[in-house]
């Protein structure tokens, strides 16, 4: 059973425009949530994260928010850029001191066309 | 220069062969973890490791295993017992005690032929 969803395998934007990539999870538990950006062949790299008491995390031209009623997260990319085109992948976490694990979604292959 | 390393970078294995995969870091993290990566699958945890010589079975073990003899180095071997080996290996070490990050590495392609 998947605790992490991505819904959307691809999404594809034009360059300026902005990029919204969503994430739904199961577990309320969760306390912290992370999102990653990988390029073909290459590892992920972290890209941005939030707290469960938080409701929104901005750096930069990327902002996730979370709304925790509705299991929901989603990573804002605001103007998008050619070279955002990645998979980005969102990850949850249940007690990030302890012994839990990263719990990853599907990823979401984003296309900035220019 | 602080990191994690993996080899091969690519590999090709006949059917029937065990190979193994490196993974070395130097940013003195206790865990260790190993993820193998599909079209549409996502990051699949393999194994991983808190501790010098202690591991635990991801989701999909069946056909691997590892070792942690150092605190530096945690090998993973793709047996032959391994259906469907062909596939993207990320190694990764963790991470901030606060928001459980993980440090991935560049990844080893492996392609049974």
């Known amino acids: 059973d998947q605790q992490v969803k991505q819904n959307s395998p691809s999404l594809s934007v034009q360059e300026g425009r902005i990029s919204i990539l969503n994430c739904d999870y199961t577990?309320?538990?969760?306390?912290?949530f992370l999102w990653y950006k990988k390029y073909p062949a290459e590892g992920p790299t972290f890209l941005i994260s939030?707290?469960?008491?938080?409701d929104k995390n901005e750096d930069g031209r990327f902002t996730v928010f979370l709304n925790k009623s509705a299991k929901h997260l989603s990573l804002h990319i605001v103007p998008s850029q050619p070279g955002d085109s990645a998979v980005y992948f969102c990850?949850?976490?249940?007690?990030?001191?302890?012994?839990?694990?990263?719990?990853f979604g599907k990823g979401t292959k984003l296309t900035v066309n220019p | 220069d602080g990191g994690i390393t993996q080899s091969p970078k690519y590999l090709f294995r006949k059917e029937g062969q065990n190979v193994t995969l490196s993974c070395e870091q130097n940013?003195?993290?206790?865990?260790m973890y190993w993820y193998r990566q599909d079209p549409g699958q996502g990051l699949r945890l393999i194994y991983y490791?808190?501790?010098?010589?202690?591991?635990q079975k991801g989701d999909i073990a069946e056909g691997y295993s590892v070792s942690r003899e150092k605190k530096e180095s945690f090998p993973l071997t793709v047996t032959s017992a391994q259906k469907n080996p062909t596939a993207f290996y990320l190694c990764?070490?963790?991470?901030?005690?606060?928001?459980?990050?993980?440090?991935f590495g560049e990844g080893s392609r492996l392609t049974v032929l």
């Open positions: 990850a949850a976490i249940l007690d990030p001191g302890g012994s839990e694990k990263l719990v």
């Open positions: 990764a070490t963790g991470g901030r005690a606060n928001t459980g990050e993980l440090f």
């Open positions: 940013l003195n993290h206790d865990a």
């Open positions: 939030i707290s469960s008491i938080k």
């Open positions: 577990n309320s538990m969760f306390d912290y």
């Open positions: 490791s808190q501790i010098v010589n202690d591991f």
